[in-house]
């Protein structure tokens, strides 16, 4: 999608928001943030891709707490690229799931180790959108802005949640 689909999106009067940030921002701000909740999605539905994989090795692995930590994972992930989705169309964007997630989705063949090291990848990217994230609600309390304030907020709350679910149950102590 080009600059002048995404502004005509972003600019139409009519959107209904969960938060409102979406008139209390100015157009280029909303492209900018627009682009960069895409950016965590396509981070998050690549996760999700690792995620779908690892799963997939593990289905003859008969110790049942790994396959329900991997469904439980996978769950979140779900959930998380839900949220930023409904986030890119508050603000007036558009955000092609199916579509991202195929681009993350190679069938290339890979152990369950290459696996683990995609997942970490993107969860060092989730970290730097984090700090994004504080930022963008850091302006926006400056700017006495509590729509956007609620709505990075939210956005923030999410991504700790899942970065936290990662962390606790794959990335703890692991030499990668």
Known sequence: MNALQKLYIASHPLRIS?????TSLSISERVEIIDALTQTLSTTLGILAQLKRGQQKLQNISFLPVQQLFRRLVRANADYAQFLASGIADLGGYAETAALY??????????????????FQGTRRLRAVDALLRDYCECAIANKDNAS???????????ARFLSLIEANLADGQPW
Not at 18 to 22: I, L, P, S, T, W
Not at 149 to 159: L, P, Q, V
């Open 18 to 22: 969960r938060y409102g940030a979406h």
């Open 102 to 119: 195929s681009l993350n989705d190679t069938h290339d063949p890979q152990c369950f180790a290459d696996c683990l090291s995609g997942i």
């Open 149 to 159: 304030k609620r709505f990075f907020e939210a956005c923030t709350r999410h991504n």
